[in-house]
């Protein structure tokens, strides 16, 4: 099983900058496709941005030109530099990876999760 660990959130004025990291550990024999949720109070959880692994890139509309994901394959982790932070982006942010077991089936796992909270 995979294990994934976030960490990077916090608290941060408008305007600002943060980075998320997610880790992912266990036993596998690949990770696949990462991403980057996010899920407000009272709200659905939306993708934020997502890398395949050789390195393609997409973002939710809402955080392009602000926020960039990243990726280390060597150390089977995953970044999201967050630029121009706006109070809308308060959210607890969730890390997901498709994983393929060393038993050759694939299956999707998420991470805690870390809060990022965005003052005005």
């Known amino acids: 099983q995979v294990q994934l660990v976030e960490s990077g959130g916090g608290l941060v004025q408008a305007g600002g900058s943060l980075r998320l990291s997610c880790v992912a550990s266990?036993?596998?024999?690949?990770?696949?496709?990462m991403a980057w949720h996010r899920q407000a109070p009272g709200k659905q959880r939306d993708l934020v941005a997502a890398?395949?692994?050789?390195?393609?890139?997409n973002y939710a509309d809402s955080v392009k030109g602000r926020f960039t994901i990243s990726r280390d394959n060597a150390k089977n982790t995953i970044y999201l530099r967050m630029n121009s932070l706006k109070p809308e982006d308060t959210a607890v942010y969730y890390c997901?990876?498709?994983?393929?077991?060393?038993?050759?089936?694939?299956?999707?796992?998420w991470g805690q999760g870390t809060q990022v909270t965005v003052s005005s």
């Open positions: 997901n990876a498709g994983v393929t077991s060393r038993g050759n089936y694939a299956y999707s796992r």
């Open positions: 890398i395949t692994s050789s390195g393609r890139t």
């Open positions: 266990g036993s596998f024999l690949s990770i696949n496709g």
